[in-house]
């Protein structure tokens, strides 16, 4: 393994940092309150081909992989952690299409969402299953050559922007394997945007309630077969929690960064309060947990990029980076005090947006379910 970037790496990474330096960070901390997207951000992103990095050429992406891929979301969620997950979530999308799609859905489908002309998401949460995703209640009932959807999903990001959105609703009978996943469009008759969440934090990113009401959706947009559904939504999970982990770095490293700077410039008792070993050996700690957790994010990555089974170390490295992502912003927000706790520096809205990230993707304790089921399972 080794620990220095490719040329090719480096490259993605500097772009990505570039634009979020350039195009993201001067509007973010307005934007944050007034809970603004823009999209047209995302189509600039698809302009520089970091929309689609591990998506397959023919398929209009860079072709690349998620070690490139986690260094463009490690950049964007420096700067603002919407615009990191919004790219995820789109790669949610794209991954269930990919993995599991027919190649006519991967051809009609996959490149505008590469292109970043499209944006996607992911819709499996309900009111009533959220961690416990197999027992989602949706229906989808085939009727000719149309399935009609019936039931309110919840949590759905950027399901108002989004073009194509993965759905999961029930085909059979009770548990997982009675799910099944489908291709929505946007504009689908019977479906609908309900109520938008307002959240702690995370607030360029919206979140919104979808809801079907006898939605009909053509039965050439079942991805697989019926009842492949939890499958395509948890391998395409799998998949995604490398990139809440690479989310958490750059969150983590920008919390770091202030932590750091104010620590060298903040003078108490007439020195820099970088001096008192109280506040280094802090920082001391947060430097290592970030390194840490962007070995094993890294790691998950490799693994994937060398197809090997990478789903255990996955968990491990996104319940390892978001925890290390809540304690270092928790941290940050210390050292500045009273500072911290304004809104006058960022590092308050790391907190917010760490906290997210324990729980998006699969809360830290399903993770840790995960985990221990790897270790004591044949
Ligand atoms: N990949 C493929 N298949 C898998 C799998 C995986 N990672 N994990 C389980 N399966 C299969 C199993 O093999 C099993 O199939 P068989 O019966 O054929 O063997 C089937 O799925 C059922 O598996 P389990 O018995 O393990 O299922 P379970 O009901 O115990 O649930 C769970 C497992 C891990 C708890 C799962 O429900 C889970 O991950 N829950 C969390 C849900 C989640 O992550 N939600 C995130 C919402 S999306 C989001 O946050 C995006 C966003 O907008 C930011």
Same mark, same amino acid.
């Given at each position: 393994?080794?620990?220095?970037?490719?040329?090719?790496?480096?490259?993605?990474?500097?772009?990505?940092?570039? !634009?979020?330096? $350039?195009?993201?960070?001067? !509007?973010?901390?307005? #934007?944050?309150?007034?809970?603004?997207?823009? &999209?047209?951000?995302?189509?600039?992103?698809?302009?520089?081909?970091?929309?689609?990095? &591990?998506?397959?050429?023919?398929?209009?992406?860079?072709?690349?992989?998620?070690?490139?891929?986690?260094?463009?979301?490690?950049?964007?969620?420096?700067?603002?952690?919407?615009?990191?997950?919004?790219?995820?979530?789109?790669?949610?999308?794209?991954?269930?299409?990919?993995?599991?799609?027919?190649?006519?859905?991967?051809?009609?489908?996959?490149?505008?969402?590469?292109?970043?002309?499209?944006?996607?998401?992911?819709?499996?949460?309900?009111?009533?299953?959220?961690?416990?995703?197999?027992?989602?209640?949706?229906?989808?009932?085939?009727?000719? #050559?149309?399935?009609?959807?019936?039931?309110? $999903?919840?949590?759905?990001?950027?399901?108002?922007?989004?073009?194509?959105?993965?759905?999961?609703?029930?085909?059979?009978? &009770?548990?997982?394997?009675?799910?099944?996943?489908?291709?929505?469009? *946007?504009?689908?008759?019977?479906?609908?945007?309900?109520?938008?969440?307002?959240?702690?934090?995370?607030?360029?990113?919206?979140?919104?309630?979808?809801?079907?009401?006898?939605?009909?959706?053509?039965?050439?947009?079942?991805?697989? *077969?019926?009842?492949?559904? !939890?499958?395509?939504?948890?391998?395409?999970?799998?998949?995604?929690?490398?990139?809440?982990?690479?989310?958490?770095?750059? %969150?983590?490293?920008?919390?770091?960064?202030?932590?750091?700077?104010?620590? $060298?410039?903040?003078?108490?008792?007439?020195?820099?309060?970088?001096?008192?070993?109280?506040?280094? !050996?802090?920082?001391?700690?947060?430097?290592?947990?970030? #390194?840490?957790?962007?070995?094993?994010?890294?790691?998950?990555?490799?693994?994937?990029?060398?197809?090997?089974?990478?789903?255990?170390?996955?968990?491990?490295?996104?319940?390892?980076?978001?925890?290390?992502?809540?304690? %270092?912003?928790?941290?940050?927000?210390?050292?500045?005090?009273?500072?911290?706790?304004?809104?006058?520096?960022?590092?308050?809205?790391?907190?917010?947006?760490?906290?997210?990230?324990?729980?998006?993707?699969?809360?830290?304790?399903?993770?840790?379910?995960?985990?221990?089921?790897?270790?004591?399972?044949?």
């Amino acid at each position: 393994m080794s620990f220095q970037n490719t040329p090719m790496q480096q490259e993605v990474r500097e772009l990505a940092r570039r !634009f979020a330096q $350039k195009e993201l960070l001067p !509007f973010v901390e307005q #934007d944050e309150r007034d809970e603004r997207f823009r &999209p047209e951000l995302i189509g600039r992103l698809g302009e520089l081909g970091l929309t689609g990095v &591990p998506v397959p050429e023919e398929y209009g992406g860079a072709g690349m992989g998620y070690q490139e891929y986690i260094a463009v979301i490690e950049e964007l969620a420096a700067v603002n952690t919407g615009y990191a997950i919004s790219v995820a979530v789109t790669g949610l999308a794209q991954m269930c299409l990919t993995l599991f799609g027919s190649e006519e859905q991967k051809r009609k489908y996959i490149p505008r969402l590469a292109s970043g002309q499209g944006i996607g998401a992911f819709a499996l949460s309900e009111a009533s299953s959220g961690s416990d995703a197999g027992s989602l209640r949706t229906t989808a009932r085939l009727d000719g #050559d149309h399935y009609v959807v019936n039931g309110t $999903k919840l949590w759905i990001t950027q399901g108002d922007l989004a073009e194509t959105i993965i759905l999961m609703a029930r085909t059979g009978g &009770p548990g997982p394997k009675g799910v099944s996943a489908f291709i929505l469009e *946007k504009g689908t008759p019977g479906f609908r945007t309900g109520k938008r969440e307002k959240k702690m934090g995370w607030n360029t990113s919206h979140t919104y309630e979808l809801v079907f009401e006898n939605a009909r959706i053509p039965a050439a947009n079942l991805i697989g *077969k019926e009842g492949d559904g !939890f499958k395509v939504a948890l391998r395409a999970l799998d998949n995604g929690r490398i990139t809440i982990g690479a989310a958490a770095l750059g %969150i983590s490293r920008a919390a770091l960064e202030v932590a750091v700077n104010h620590a $060298k410039e903040r003078e108490q008792f007439g020195k820099p309060i970088s001096e008192f070993q109280g506040v280094s !050996f802090m920082l001391a700690d947060m430097a290592t947990q970030l #390194d840490a957790a962007r070995l094993m994010v890294q790691r998950a990555a490799a693994l994937k990029d060398e197809k090997l089974p990478f789903s255990t170390e996955a968990a491990m490295a996104k319940v390892f980076a978001t925890d290390s992502a809540m304690k %270092i912003t928790t941290d940050a927000v210390q050292i500045l005090g009273g500072s911290g706790y304004t809104q006058d520096f960022p590092v308050e809205r790391y907190m917010r947006e760490a906290k997210v990230m324990q729980i998006v993707e699969g809360t830290n304790q399903i993770q840790r379910l995960v985990i221990g089921r790897a270790l004591t399972q044949k």
